[in-house]
């Protein structure tokens, strides 16, 4: 009897940190992610690193809670400072990469009646899917996926594990990776306890108030803001109105195309 050998994971691991926003009455949604390779067994090791590196920033500048897109100051100062340097500790890592998707719902309906029968739950799982399956999964395709994500009003029929299976069967199908038994786990996580997922809001926040055209207003709230995306455009060199070509270790925008879906 011939044994063939099939591992159940990945040695190496890519650790995702997910948050979408603007699914509601805006025109795109994005859904988008800060990742980083790691030794599989050194994932808990490296995550708390990380999280007791940002968490020391909001300790250093009084911030207390969650770091938000929609809690940004509106007034320059020590709170404002505090946001800067911890979107630095971001920007200025050689490990950590960023990607999104952006969805314009005017021609890709998170309701859409005709392909999923007007649900914006499924919609909403659809291009999550699209985005880690094509998005990050296929570009890494012998890593294992740690996808965490901020938890949302899911059903019992359209729920977290719904889309781990999606995502792993579209890789399957799209990207023919080597025979495994795990390929990615999805775990919902409040925000309000996991620094990453407050770093991928206001990243992913950012993007959709360039794309919904924040650049373009004049009242305090959006002038503090425009000075975290322009700390964002100096540092990663990228212009967050316009989609980027792919490029690994680098601040990814993906403008979806209907080929993609």
Same mark, same amino acid.
């Given at each position: !009897?011939?044994?063939?050998?099939?591992?159940? @994971?990945? #040695?190496?691991?890519?650790?995702?940190?997910?948050? =979408?926003?603007?699914?509601? #009455?805006?025109?795109?949604?994005?859904?988008?992610?800060?990742?980083?390779?790691?030794?599989?067994?050194?994932?808990?090791?490296?995550?708390?690193?990380? =999280?007791?590196?940002?968490?020391?920033? /909001?300790?250093?500048?009084? &911030?207390?809670?969650?770091?938000? %897109?929609?809690?940004?100051?509106?007034?320059?100062?020590?709170?404002?400072?505090?946001?800067?340097?911890? +979107?630095?500790?971001?920007?200025?890592?050689? $490990?950590?990469?960023?990607?999104?998707? &952006?969805?314009?719902?005017?021609?890709?309906? +998170?309701?859409?009646?005709? +392909?999923?029968?007007?649900?914006?739950?499924?919609?909403?799982?659809?291009?999550?899917?699209?985005?880690?399956?094509?998005?990050?999964?296929? @570009?890494?395709?012998?890593?294992?996926?740690?996808? @965490?994500?901020?938890?949302?009003?899911?059903?019992?029929?359209?729920?977290?594990?719904?889309?781990?299976?999606?995502?792993?069967?579209?890789?399957?199908?799209?990207?023919?990776? =080597?025979?495994?038994? =795990?390929? #990615?786990?999805? !775990?919902?996580?409040?925000?309000?306890?996991?620094?990453?997922?407050?770093?991928?809001?206001?990243?992913?926040?950012?993007?959709?108030?360039? %794309?919904?055209?924040? *650049? $373009?207003?004049?009242?305090?709230?959006?002038?503090?803001? *425009? /000075? +975290?995306?322009?700390? &964002?455009?100096?540092? @990663?060199?990228?212009?967050?109105? /316009?989609?980027?070509?792919?490029?690994?270790? %680098?601040?990814?925008? %993906?403008?979806?195309?209907?080929?993609? /879906?």
């Amino acid at each position: !009897m011939v044994k063939i050998g099939i591992q159940k @994971r990945s #040695a190496e691991t890519v650790v995702v940190y997910c948050d =979408e926003s603007s699914h509601n #009455a805006h025109r795109y949604f994005v859904v988008g992610g800060v990742f980083f390779g790691s030794a599989s067994a050194d994932v808990d090791q490296n995550v708390n690193q990380i =999280e007791q590196r940002l968490q020391a920033v /909001k300790d250093k500048y009084g &911030i207390k809670g969650a770091v938000k %897109w929609e809690k940004v100051p509106s007034q320059e100062g020590k709170f404002l400072e505090g946001y800067k340097v911890f +979107l630095t500790e971001f920007l200025e890592s050689k $490990q950590a990469c960023f990607k999104c998707l &952006i969805v314009d719902t005017y021609e890709h309906p +998170l309701g859409n009646q005709k +392909l999923w029968g007007g649900d914006p739950l499924v919609g909403y799982l659809k291009f999550y899917c699209v985005f880690l399956s094509d998005g990050i999964l296929s @570009r890494f395709k012998n890593y294992f996926f740690d996808i @965490r994500i901020d938890q949302f009003q899911f059903r019992p029929d359209c729920d977290h594990k719904l889309l781990e299976q999606t995502i792993v069967r579209r890789f399957i199908k799209k990207s023919k990776p =080597e025979a495994r038994f =795990e390929y #990615a786990t999805v !775990m919902p996580l409040d925000h309000r306890q996991h620094n990453l997922l407050q770093l991928a809001d206001l990243l992913v926040g950012g993007i959709a108030f360039v %794309w919904h055209g924040g *650049m $373009q207003r004049v009242s305090a709230r959006a002038i503090t803001r *425009m /000075k +975290l995306i322009e700390l &964002i455009q100096a540092k @990663r060199k990228v212009d967050l109105s /316009k989609p980027t070509a792919w490029a690994p270790n %680098w601040f990814n925008i %993906w403008l979806l195309k209907p080929s993609d /879906k």
